[in-house]
């Protein structure tokens, strides 16, 4: 069998430092420089390993599309206005967006736009389907323009890094990843393991400690999320975060995926997804605690019809020959049915206070 470099890189990174953090570990295998999953592959639609929103139709990025034209419309149509998107991945949402907003009159001449992508293979697929428009890449968030902004991010805040903690005897440990060897020097193996730590991290040290629940920190989503609150008290504008989780962070969500099946996340290292449930009620208290605006969370389903996307639906459907009719319900019902990302997926908005409330999240 070809050996896997990257396998061997985190194989000898584990055995310097004696373990590695799952953060290090989930960092590695989603975006080492060389050999990660998003670095080096095209993960994303049927041919991929995963599929997501606005690759399963259109009508998803045409109804964040009008969304994102009404904040500028909320706004009294500036003449500066910037749309930043997180982790783009085919770009499709983008395009979508564009194509559908081409014709609100003076929009697309206010547009600044700016793809946050870590991806050298991503970003080319990007550039190809966008060439049409003036478009600002950068690797991570940084420095954004001044003016009135939407920043969103569909499946980005997934991926990020997440160390893992849990409290064994009434002291707090840290999950790592390490080797069977260490133990049994002929198995050739990785494995979880729990090392000790002198003090949690500061949110986990208000906690009541109870044994054995694992909890789930990403400090990589704090670094953005900070980033984002910051340049929303500044600037007028709304953030708008869609992504599968769960309002607390109790209990370990690691999961790999492969061809579009689940697999074990200890193995084929660069070749599978990474990913766990973003803690949107962490994502909350640090808005609140910023001084801006959050909405509930509420349910892909719910958002989409609240937007339109059973009439859109309708209005697609009339030119459709019977194939392409079976196809269009059955993307409707992935998107928003309560059984498939209808529910599964949450969608959180989040806005400065000086700024209109955000369609479809706030009554
Ligand atoms: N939003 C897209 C893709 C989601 S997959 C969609 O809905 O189809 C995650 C995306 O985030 C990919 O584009 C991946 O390359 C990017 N990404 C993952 N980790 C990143 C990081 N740390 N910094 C910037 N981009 C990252």
Redesign the pocket.
């Known amino acids: 069998m070809k050996k896997n470099k990257l396998t061997e890189l985190i194989k000898e990174t584990i055995i310097k430092k004696n373990g590695i953090s799952v953060s290090q570990y989930m960092k590695m295998c ?2 080492h420089p060389d050999y990660g999953y ?1 670095t080096k592959n095209r ?2 639609g049927l041919k991929g390993d995963f599929i ?4 399963i139709s259109q009508m998803f990025g045409e109804l964040i599309g009008l969304w994102i034209a009404q904040v500028w419309l909320d706004h009294n149509k500036p003449s500066k206005f910037s749309i930043v ?6 770009g ?2 983008m395009a979508d967006i564009l194509r559908v907003t081409n014709k609100i009159k003076g929009f697309h001449d206010s547009l600044i736009i700016t793809l ?4 050298p293979a ?1 970003k080319k697929l990007q550039k190809t389907k966008l060439k049409d428009y003036c478009v600002n890449w950068k ?2 968030l940084e420095k954004l323009p001044n003016v009135p902004t939407v920043i969103f ?4 805040f997934d ?2 890094p997440i160390n893992q903690y849990v409290v064994k005897n009434c002291k707090w440990m840290e999950v790592v990843v390490s080797l069977k060897s260490f133990i049994n020097p002929i198995c050739d193996e990785f494995c979880f393991e729990l090392k000790k730590i002198s003090k949690p991290p500061l949110e986990l040290s208000f906690l009541e400690q109870t044994e054995d629940n694992i909890f789930e920190i990403s400090i ?1 989503l704090k670094k953005n999320l900070s980033f984002i609150l910051n340049h929303l008290n500044k600037n007028l504008g709304a953030c708008l975060i869609i992504d599968y989780g769960r309002n607390n962070n109790i209990g370990s969500t690691l999961q790999a995926v492969k061809n579009h099946q689940f697999s074990n996340p200890l193995e084929n290292h660069g070749e599978c ?1 990474l990913t766990s449930l973003v803690n949107f009620n962490m994502i909350k208290k640090y808005s609140q605690y910023y001084g801006l605006k959050v909405s509930n969370l509420v349910d892909q389903g719910d958002f989409l019809k609240s937007l339109g996307i059973e009439q859109r639906f309708l209005s697609l459907s009339k030119n459709m020959d019977p194939n392409q009719l079976k196809m269009h319900n059955k993307s409707l019902n992935r998107l928003i049915n309560k059984n498939q990302m209808g529910k599964l997926f949450k969608v959180m908005g989040i806005r400065n206070k000086g700024s209109s409330p955000l369609i479809g999240l706030e009554v």
């Open positions: 989603l975006t998003y993960p994303i997501t929103s606005p690759e998107e997180l982790g783009p991945g085919n499709t949402l946050i992508e870590i991806s991503l690797a991570k991010a569909n499946e980005f991926a990020l990589e997804d």
